[in-house]
């Protein structure tokens, strides 16, 4: 965790409003970045998107993520995937829309969105440290049915950094499910990507609508700039 002999507190340019964070009671939160979701043969692709579109968020969420890194933030990376028998995978997931590949059938990272197989890992750009915490979530939110909150409570964590994909889904959910909880959220705007670019506007739009309903959005450029407190 950071060190208790720098200065703990940063204040990020964001919108709707500035925010200041204590760093010590803060996570970075990086939301599915997984190779199903990323690359060419997984998840992503069998919906029929086109996975490049989520590229852009790879070099800001890596900026961020090495200076949490420096100052000895705490950094949680989630991956969404289900058991290899599907049993924690509702029907009415599995069988949605006419995907060319169905969750649990095989493909050229493994079986699509299982859980210990190539395509359900994080990509290498971001690949989790030893040190760092991995939340495997069966849903969009990175709350529901996983030890989250239980490890926020732990390390006493009051904010989150939030980047991840895709913005309107998996990033939107689990903020919505923190804002409930009482967790100051901020979304890092150019490290959040979407299929289809007017839903990342949108996204981040309801995010910080009316006063922040539900959190404060940011850049990477205005997160860096606040977290350099931490290492001056």
């Avoid at 059938?105 to 190539?118: F, V």
């Avoid at 690949?127 to 409570?153: C, H, M, N, Q, R």
Wanted: proline fraction near 7%; charge should be negative; charged fraction near 25%.
């Amino acid at each position: 965790m950071l060190s208790s002999s720098k200065p703990t507190l940063g204040v990020i340019s964001a919108e709707p409003e500035p925010i200041m964070l204590d760093w010590p009671a803060t996570a970075l939160l990086i939301i599915d970045m997984q190779r199903d979701f990323m690359e060419p043969g997984g998840f992503g692709e069998t919906l029929g998107n086109d996975v490049s579109q989520l590229a852009r968020a790879v070099k800001p969420i890596s900026a961020v993520l090495k200076a949490a890194r420096d100052t000895g933030m705490l950094v949680i990376h989630t991956r969404e995937g289900h058991l290899p028998d599907l049993s924690d995978a509702p029907p009415a997931k599995v069988e949605r829309g006419a995907p060319s590949l169905r969750i649990g059938d095989p493909g050229p990272m493994g079986r699509i969105l299982i859980r210990g197989e190539a395509g359900h890992d994080i990509i290498p750009e971001l690949y989790p440290l030893d040190s760092e915490i991995v939340i495997d979530k069966p849903g969009k939110g990175a709350f529901y049915a996983t030890e989250l909150a239980d490890v926020l409570e732990k390390y006493g964590i009051e904010n989150l950094l939030v980047c991840g994909v895709t913005t309107e889904v998996c990033v939107n959910t689990t903020v919505r499910e923190a804002n409930d909880r009482g967790y100051r959220c901020v979304v890092m705007s150019d490290g959040c990507a979407s299929y289809f670019p007017e839903f990342h506007e949108m996204g981040l739009k309801m995010i910080k609508a009316q006063g922040g309903i539900f959190g404060w959005v940011a850049d990477s450029a205005a997160v860096l700039e606040a977290m350099k407190v931490s290492t001056t």
